[in-house]
């Protein structure tokens, strides 16, 4: 296992880097990260490049038995980048351009900037090719800004339009342009919908799906050379979890594998399952590993700091993504820098340099990765349960929400955190994905639903799954166009239910949700409410309010060999999604190894005839776990009883089989 941490050799002194690299070395740590802001230093003159400096670094990590993945340094330009080409800085929503000084100001378009980008990318390839201990390549940084609205990115999102519809008939078809005579005679009149709430939603929908486009285009340029000169060498990139401004999906396909930048530590200690549902998004997109490229070591913040990771954090929140599939951890960043923007994102060490506790956190974590790593290897997540992640839906629902506090992610967390709080791991699939394997599937705010997605939902429950679907589910086509059909369209024979109204909920205002017979869940509806008529399926709950009292709220239809659960109001409460997860896991037959207490994660990781259990205490407070007795706990060698306790922020790995 590749466990280390981001360094940045060029913001210290020379003598320094093999003070550094010994404290690595006694660390643990085997892997680092480099240049991916350094065009500067590596491309001082446009033309001119200077490796002298990366190869003396390189080669004092080697030294110490650190391998290291270099960063093309693309997501910050030189100043001569901006003051000679600068059509190459993005322009503004007002018409301004980007000023120079900052980070990610580029247009993606600009062919000056892609050729540049293409020309330090073959420079560095060519000259690291042969490094011994260079690895693998990260491509840019961070995709997803700025976003640019310059007449270059104007005629190609022209160009992308009529490559997709062909005609000018059809985009007005696609985008149903008769509304409000937004029709187009000609490519050319085609506009930026820079106001995205306002503008017509198929425009709107384009423009992101565009937007995604230029990055994966550009990052494709990119992995080409890389491929090209660095044959031995993987190709990654940093993803950022739950951002959504790109289609993930899209972007991971040109790389080996994914790494994705974890910041958790801000608030109050809690149950961080947002950080556990983007490590599931980021195996998703590959259906594969992954490892963390920037990992919380310590405060985090650029004008003002978060709060310092308590004693047991870092390990914790590290042990957090290896269990939900991560192969290589490394930490952001090793160093808090004494200069520029991020003086207050701290590192394992401050700024004095010094080895404190959290680097002998981390030094500890390195040393039990390493002894867990012959395990883990050939081992990732294993469940029965799938939720479809899908970049349309967010990206429709930001234009047009419907009601007003849908928030995509809001939605699927409703049900992700019954889930973990039951036991049960989650595989995040995109829209279309082949089901087959999987028990039960939760397709939360599934917002836009083409038909085959349907089609192919409903095949599924005829062929004996359990689908979960909730309100606002099935509205619009792949082009954002309302279907003309009655709610929830080419579900409802699964579902066994017909929507004919719904209403949004004000603030203030809120319904009482009561169980039915066979149910435990009542709750109160906020936010949105369906007025769900059965068509065939039982009545789980109902309304309580007199004009709802009709209606269902929450309902389960079998359909063919298997199930359709539909949820149709946003329900207050969590103990309703907990009644509804254990009803929905009873009916697909899916069994936890382990029911956690409160505040405990568990993940299982399988594979090779292995299964490892994973056991995360986000409390302060030390927690007892009813677990197998008789297992072997890895970390301290001992043998598992009925029960296991954990200390605050602790964790555990036993091993199953």
Partial sequence: MYVGVDYYPEHWERKRWATDAKLMKQAGFNVVRLAEFAWVFLE????????????????????????????????????WCARKYPETLALQKDGTRTVWGVRKNNCFSSGAYRLLSERITRAMAEHFADTPNVIGWQTDNEFGHPVCYCPSCREEFQGWLKQKYGTLAELARAWGTHFWGHR????????IPVDGGSHNPGAGLDWQRFFSSLNVRFQRDQVRILRDLCPKHFVTHNFMGLFSDLNYYDLAEDLDFVTWDNYPVWGKPEVRYRSSSAADVTRGLKRKNFWIMEQTAGPGGWGSFGRNPWPGEIRGVAYQQVAHGADGMIWFRWRTCTAGREQYWHGLLQHDGRPLR??????????????????????????????????????????????????????????????????????MVKPGADLSAYKAVFAPDLHVLPDPVARALSDYVAKGGVLVTDCRTG?????????????????????????????SIPDGLEFGVKAKTGFAGDGTAVHYADWVTPKGAEVLAGYEHWHLKRFAAFTRNNFGKGAGF??????????????????VLKTARVRPVLRPPEGVETTVRAGRGRRLLFLINHNETPTAVSVPAGKRELLTGKTTGKELALDRFGVAVIRLR
């Fill in 358 to 427: 959290r680097y002998r956190e981390a030094a500890e974590t390195a040393r039990e990765l390493h002894k867990l790593a012959p395990l883990l290897e050939g081992t990732t997540v294993k469940t029965d349960v799938a939720m479809i992640y899908d970049y349309d839906s967010i990206w429709a629902l930001r234009l047009q929400p419907g009601f007003g506090q849908n928030d995509y992610h809001n939605a699927l967390h409703r049900y992700y955190d019954a889930l973990q709080r039951a036991g049960v791991s989650v595989d």
């Fill in 44 to 79: 001082p003159e446009e033309g001119r490049f200077e490796f002298e400096w990366l190869d003396e670094a390189l080669a004092v990590l080697r030294k110490n038995g650190i391998s290291a993945i270099l960063g093309t340094p693309t997501a910050v330009m030189p100043a």
């Fill in 184 to 191: 187009v005679g000609r490519w050319d009149e085609v506009t």
């Fill in 566 to 583: 539909y949820v149709g109001a946003v329900v207050k409460e969590p103990a309703f999604y907990d009644a509804l997860v254990a009803a």
């Fill in 475 to 503: 509205v619009k086509d792949e082009t954002n166009l309302c279907h003309a059909r009655t709610l929830p369209g080419l579900l409802s024979d699964a579902l066994g239910i017909a929507i004919e109204e719904y209403e």
